[in-house]
């Protein structure tokens, strides 16, 4: 069956940077596209970024654009997620999913399973 396991996670002062891996298996990796998402208390899961099967097609949410990329590796069957200048509001768990299909996308509908997620604090 598919799994998920997100890794990376952790505390970093505002400015700072981290990147998250998830580790994918039980599939075909390098036929489906790849997206993260995330969650902070009390708000909904919004979109992060998302990554075409074939890696030249990625799409960013608005309030990370510029600042994290997307890539993978499907000689390692993961993703990862490379942030740069964090700030307190990308304080969240991070859940990395796998698309439906081949296409990047930005939907959460388009992701039908997800991993447990690791947690990101940006605090001084």
């Known amino acids: 069956q598919v799994q998920l396991v997100e890794s990376g996670g952790g505390l970093v002062q505002p400015g700072g940077s981290l990147r998250l891996s998830c580790a994918a298996s039980g599939f075909t990796f390098s036929t489906f596209a790849m997206g993260w998402f995330r969650q902070a208390p009390g708000k909904e899961r919004e979109f992060v970024a998302s990554i075409n099967w074939s890696g030249l097609t990625t799409a960013y949410g608005d309030s990370v654009k510029g600042r994290f990329g997307i890539s993978r590796d499907d000689g390692k069957n993961t993703v990862y997620l490379r942030m740069n200048n964090l700030k307190p509001e990308d304080t969240a768990i991070y859940y990395c999913?796998?698309?439906?299909?081949?296409?990047?996308?930005?939907?959460?509908?388009?992701?039908?399973?997800w991993g447990q997620g690791t947690q990101v604090t940006v605090s001084s």
């Open positions: 999913a796998k698309a439906v299909d081949a296409a990047a996308s930005f939907a959460m509908g388009d992701y039908h399973d």
